[in-house]
């Protein structure tokens, strides 16, 4: 049987409201910092190098340096060396990927 998610008492509703604002603005600057740094990137390394030679990174190598920064700070790893931290908690991130990979797969197919 499937219990049915509670109504939220006006105390709840307004506690979650206000939680999902500040994650949007957290998410909309993240995104900015990564369209911030991609547009430096293009524009500082054409400066300096031909950009035949030796391109800027894609936009996606900013969002995997920003990914690999929070996984680090999740685990309590040193971010510039990647040392120490918790692996339980580690290990739990990749297993929770490993879960929505597997869900995005069974509804893609």
Same mark, same amino acid.
């Given at each position: ?46 400066? !300096?190098?031909? +950009? ?7 936009? @996606?190598?900013?969002? =995997?340096? #920003?990914?690999? &920064? ?16 918790? !692996?339980?908690? +580690? ?7 490993? @879960?929505?990979?597997? =869900?995005? #797969?069974?509804? &893609?197919?």
């Amino acid at each position: 049987m499937v219990e049915a998610c509670p109504i939220p008492t006006p105390e709840e509703a307004k506690y979650a409201a206000i939680l999902s604002r500040i994650e949007a603005t957290l998410l909309g600057e993240i995104a900015r910092a990564i369209d911030s740094a991609f547009a430096a990137a293009v524009s500082e390394l054409a400066a !300096a190098v031909p +950009a035949d030679k030796m391109p800027a990174p894609p936009r @996606g190598y900013f969002v =995997s340096v #920003a990914h690999q &920064a929070l996984f680090c700070e999740l685990c309590g790893a040193d971010r510039a060396t990647l040392q120490g931290g918790d !692996a339980s908690v +580690a290990v739990a991130i990749v297993k929770n990927y490993q @879960g929505l990979t597997d =869900s995005w #797969a069974q509804n &893609a197919g």
